[in-house]
């Protein structure tokens, strides 16, 4: 691979400011009810959408340290397929695919209502931030092409 300037490096300042602002994601999404191992979950279904090697690495590893089970990380890119999933956990993931692949149909109406089924206002507002950060994470490390290697 053709080395690439580093976005994180080359302005370190921006990349922490990103690093801040998703430390708050986080935080707030905890403050309002959801799992850190679900959040993990989410950041790695949308990081192999979005083809990034480095993100979806690092939030392998997250969710394994927060305890998720090695089946469930697994098979969250086949979510609908699977009964390892709550339907509260599908919805938040329905959402999240949607908000990060917005250019395909904007947010559908019934994905975020189904979600609302489950989720109050201040989670829904974590699940579609942390959709948004994480594609910013994603443009950034594939982007500058972070090295993945064993």
């Excluded at 890119?77 to 390892?84: I, V």
């Excluded at 395909?104 to 994905?111: G, M, R, S, T």
Aim: aromatic share 8%.
């Amino acid at each position: 691979m053709n080395s690439r300037v580093s976005l994180s490096k080359k302005n370190a300042k921006a990349y922490s400011q990103l690093i801040t602002m998703s430390n708050n994601i986080d935080e707030q999404a905890i403050l309002a009810g959801l799992e850190e191992g679900f959040i993990h979950l989410l950041k790695l279904r949308l990081s192999q959408i979005n083809g990034c090697a480095f993100c979806v690495r690092l939030h392998t590893q997250d969710a394994q340290k927060c305890g998720v089970s090695i089946d469930k990380i697994a098979l969250v890119a086949t979510w609908k397929e699977t009964e390892y999933f709550s339907e509260k956990e599908k919805s938040a993931l329905s959402l999240a695919e949607s908000v990060n692949l917005i250019h395909n149909e904007y947010v559908p109406d019934d994905i975020y209502q189904e979600s609302a089924k489950y989720w109050d206002e201040a989670q829904l507002a974590s699940i579609e931030w942390i959709s948004i950060i994480i594609g910013a994470f994603n443009r950034v490390a594939i982007t500058s092409r972070y090295s993945v290697k064993p």
